[in-house]
């Protein structure tokens, strides 16, 4: 009979413990909503309502350190100037990956894949790129995002449009006549 209480009081210890336990790792959750709204004003370029998820003091870190990022207002401009220099861009549909990690540290990260896809105006070219974001939450605002990708095709592609540009107009100008 002792061997059965012990056994049901460890059958219930096990199950309250279990129903305690915090989730550490989810792909539901309030803030994987709100990553995907910023997801979603980014591609349609809509800067004052991906702005109103980043807490004021948000520290942006896109392919730079920690000692290099951003401010929120800094992000937003880049955006703009970005966004100029492209016909069309947009995060792929049904290429999007977001989990939500609760760290040893109790601090709550979003983490996003997905494919960026931009039509370049100067060459009307497309570019589509992998990206891997991650943006720290507290108290449902953003105040920390690291972001990464490769630019170096777009980059080479622009250089090489500068170079023939410059090329071009060596050709127009023509040699200098000599002064007497």
């Not at 071009?168 to 002064?179: D, F, L, T």
Request: proline share 2%; glycine share 4%.
């Amino acid at each position: 009979m002792k061997k059965l209480l012990f056994l049901g009081l460890a059958i219930v210890l096990s199950l309250t413990a279990c129903q305690q336990q915090e989730k550490r790792y989810t792909q539901q959750s309030p803030e994987i909503d709100t990553y995907k709204k910023v997801i979603d004003a980014y591609s349609k370029q809509d800067w004052e309502a991906m702005a109103t998820h980043y807490a004021d003091t948000v520290k942006i870190m896109n392919n730079v350190t920690e000692a290099n990022g951003q401010t929120l207002a800094e992000l937003v401009q880049n955006d703009k100037d970005d966004a100029a220099l492209f016909s069309s861009w947009e995060y792929v549909d049904g290429e999007s990956e977001y989990e939500m990690v609760v760290t040893d540290k109790d601090q709550t990260w979003v983490n996003f894949w997905g494919l960026w896809k931009g039509t370049l105006k100067a060459n009307e070219k497309t570019y589509t790129i992998p990206t891997h974001l991650t943006a720290q939450f507290i108290d449902g605002k953003i105040v920390k995002e690291f972001g990464y990708w490769d630019l170096s095709k777009i980059m080479l592609d622009i250089q090489a449009m500068q170079e023939a540009e410059k090329n071009a107009a060596e050709k127009n100008v023509g040699p200098e006549e000599p002064q007497s």
